[in-house]
């Protein structure tokens, strides 16, 4: 099915659906200017080495680097405004009767846009905790911090005196149960899921699109490239495009 074809058949879809699930990655916030993560020449991981800041034992080995890194990546995101798909998507959970919405990304331009309840799956750079005792740091979190800056001490626990570390998921940890647990539900309930901007390379959060599709729902993936299995439906561009385009044709 050429894009144009998918695109009237979606709009059909979301017409009707009962469940739509909102399941976003690093790509909805392209635009906006944050950087993806598997891009070959600007996604972050082609710059940066996950395994010397995003993982537990990175933070063991250097605090101030790890810390570092996550307050630049927090600056940015404090700096970045909501683009025309977050705003997309704000539009489509008014328009519909039940609509979930489920990322990946640690950003809150999703929220900024309008949305309510997101369920982040990997946390989110707005909060921190303690690495000792999990307990929430409730201090200010630093901003304004340049991509050069290589080393800040990151504060410490009111109540254990721990390192502080950034409240998202590295490699190597579970994601938050309760989450999971919610986003889980809602791929076997929905009848109609929107795969935004993922190249769905990681699990658990990568199982969502295919669970939805196995139990039934209208699988739709928007993404610059075709991603997944060959009979997986993908509208072929910007989110920035498609997404305000399906809400105008069906709102
Ligand atoms: P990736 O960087 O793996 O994939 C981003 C996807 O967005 C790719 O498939 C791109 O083709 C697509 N894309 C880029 N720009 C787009 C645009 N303007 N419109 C539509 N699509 C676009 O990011 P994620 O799939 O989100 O985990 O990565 C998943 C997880 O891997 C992240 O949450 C992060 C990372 O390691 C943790 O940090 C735990």
Redesign the pocket.
């Known amino acids: 099915m050429n894009s144009e074809a998918l695109f009237a058949q979606t709009v059909k879809r979301l017409r009707t659906a009962r469940h739509l699930v909102v399941f976003?990655?690093?790509?909805?916030s392209?635009?906006s200017g944050i950087?993806?993560?598997?891009?070959p020449s600007t996604?972050?991981?082609a710059r940066y080495d996950?395994k010397e800041l995003?993982t537990p034992a990175a933070f063991a080995k250097d605090p101030a680097l790890v810390w570092a890194w996550y307050s630049w990546r927090r600056t940015l995101v404090n700096e970045a405004q909501p683009n025309a798909?977050h705003l997309a998507v704000a539009r489509l959970a008014q328009c519909l009767p039940l609509v979930t919405i489920i990322t990946?990304?640690?950003d809150d331009l999703l929220e900024r846009a309008g949305s309510k309840e997101v369920i982040h799956?990997?946390?989110d750079l707005a909060s921190a905790r303690c690495f000792q005792c999990n307990r929430p740091y409730l201090g200010p979190l630093p901003v304004g911090v340049g991509e050069d800056c290589d080393s800040l001490e990151p504060p410490r626990c009111a109540h254990c005196n721990g390192q502080v570390r950034p409240n998202?998921?590295?490699?190597g940890?579970g994601m938050p149960e309760q989450e999971l647990d919610q986003a889980f539900t809602a791929a076997r309930d929905c009848d109609v899921m929107l795969s935004?901007?993922?190249?769905?390379?990681?699990y658990p959060?990568?199982r969502i699109p295919t669970l939805a599709a196995e139990h039934g729902a209208w699988l739709v993936h928007?993404?610059?490239?075709s991603?997944g299995a060959a009979s997986d439906k993908t509208l072929v561009?910007?989110?920035?495009?498609?997404l305000p385009r399906l809400v105008d044709a069906f709102a």
């Open positions: 976003t990655g690093a790509g909805i392209a635009q950087s993806t993560f598997r891009d996604g972050l991981w996950p995003a798909a990946q990304n640690v799956l990997h946390g998202v998921v590295w490699f940890e935004i901007g993922t190249s769905g390379n990681v959060a990568a928007i993404n610059i490239e991603i561009g910007d989110a920035t495009q498609w």
